[in-house]
């Protein structure tokens, strides 16, 4: 390595005194950057540096029994999960009104359904109604309660069980296997 | 004349200075670092818009595999202990001190209470084989074959701030999630937080809390 040289006197000829060689001030310092970098990598991939982030969900009391007020059909949309990433949904007619199903995926196309719907309910009466099947995944529902806080539909449940016409009108529209 | 001599160059960089950065990020890395624990099962999580934070401490985390199987844990290891002595007395289980000190460092665990006594006493790279079989469940939450709200009764008991948070992973199918809502909802715990992972939401996009 081409330090510079500051012992001095060892060029000098016919010098009688004989000096002491002094040691170079100058440290190679190359081996401690590795490793300061190899600890750095270490630290890096020991730590998790972005934090997940968490939706509050918050489900009725079961243990209570409150007496609502029915709500209209005409004002919910109720979203059936389904297996292999479709939503089934229907808006406007109770399950045994013969209504619509519309199947889409869950992203963008549920969005505007959804956004579409909630124009035509005046006020803030729109109503959406989370059903999950039994083969439906989890992400599935996350998926849906985050079009929720993405179209911010103040008023959405959770339900985990399907009524009897909604059993029969998923089997014959939607041939779903419940 | 003399020769022109050509200066070389020294090939010697003076590596000071990056050291001196290196060693800055390396503090810097070690002291925001937060260690992965040791997880007794990967999950994925979904993603949502969702930009609240996970809190550090008092936490209770209940985690479904993509098989349906449950995990549960609590972040502090005097709470956990609190919990194991709780929970021993209640089934009329004996922990030794050895077994209560491995409990405690085990972050979350997913075996039903007859065998955690045996997989306690295991070597560390035996522990790390076992196929943990997860914590029984049943749909109404309340059932006496229901061990995780026997976990999740005594960890509140151990610790009245926990929050309860739910880690699903992307496959695990409704009605095992079904069930531990249903177990917490037994309990009248009704408000808790689904960890998820962060993804932006659509463009134009604003909340409403601003």
């Known amino acids: 390595m081409a330090e510079i040289d500051t012992s001095g ?12 060689k002094k040691a170079s001030t100058r440290v190679d310092m190359t081996p401690m950057v590795d490793l300061g970098f190899l ?16 939706m509050t969900l918050n489900v009725p009391d079961k243990t209570k029994e409150e007496k609502t007020e029915p709500i209209k059909a005409s004002n919910v949309m109720t979203i059936f999960l389904g297996d292999d990433n479709k939503a089934y949904s229907i808006f406007g007619k109770a399950a045994n009104e013969d209504p619509e199903i519309k199947t889409t995926g869950y992203g963008y196309e549920l969005r505007q ?14 109503v959406v109604v989370i059903k999950p099947t039994k083969q439906a995944n989890y992400r599935n529902m996350v998926d849906v309660l985050d079009e929720m806080a993405i179209t911010k539909t103040k008023r959405y449940a959770l339900v985990d069980e399907l009524t009897a016409d909604e059993k029969t009108l998923l089997k014959d529209k939607a041939k779903l296997d419940i | 004349m003399p020769k022109v001599k050509v200066k070389r160059a020294s090939s010697a960089v003076d590596m000071t200075a990056m050291c001196d950065v290196a060693f800055l990020l390396l503090t810097f890395f070690i002291l925001t670092a937060q260690f992965r624990a040791q997880d ?32 549960f844990g609590i972040d502090n290891q005097q709470h956990r202990l609190a919990m194991l002595d709780n929970i021993a007395s209640e089934k009329g289980i004996s922990f030794s001190d050895n077994e209560k000190k491995e409990f405690m460092l085990m972050s979350n665990f997913g075996l039903p209470i007859n065998q955690l006594k045996s ?45 309860i948070a739910l880690k699903g992973d992307n496959l695990a199918k409704f009605p095992n999630f079904k069930n531990v809502l249903a177990t917490l909802q037994a309990q009248n715990i009704n408000k808790f937080n689904l960890i998820t992972g962060t993804e932006a939401p659509p463009a134009g996009w604003k909340s409403d809390e601003e």
């Open chain 1, 39 to 54: 600890l750095i990598t270490f630290f890096i991939l020991a730590t998790t540096l972005s934090k997940p982030s968490s």
């Open chain 1, 113 to 126: 359904l959804i956004q579409n719907n909630a124009r035509t309910v005046p006020g803030d009466k729109f």
């Open chain 2, 119 to 163: 997989f306690l006493s295991l070597p560390k790279e035996q522990k790390a084989k076992i196929k943990q079989s997860g914590i029984p469940t049943d749909s109404t939450g309340a059932g006496p074959s229901n061990e995780l709200k026997d976990w999740v009764y005594n960890a509140r008991k151990a610790n009245n701030d926990l929050r």
């Open chain 2, 40 to 71: 007794a099962a990967t999950i994925e999580t979904p993603s949502s818009i969702s930009g609240i934070k996970v809190p550090d401490k008092d936490i209770m985390t209940i985690a479904l595999d993509k098989d349906g199987k449950v995990y």
């Open chain 1, 9 to 20: 006197g060892g060029g000098k000829k016919g010098g009688g005194k004989v000096r002491s």
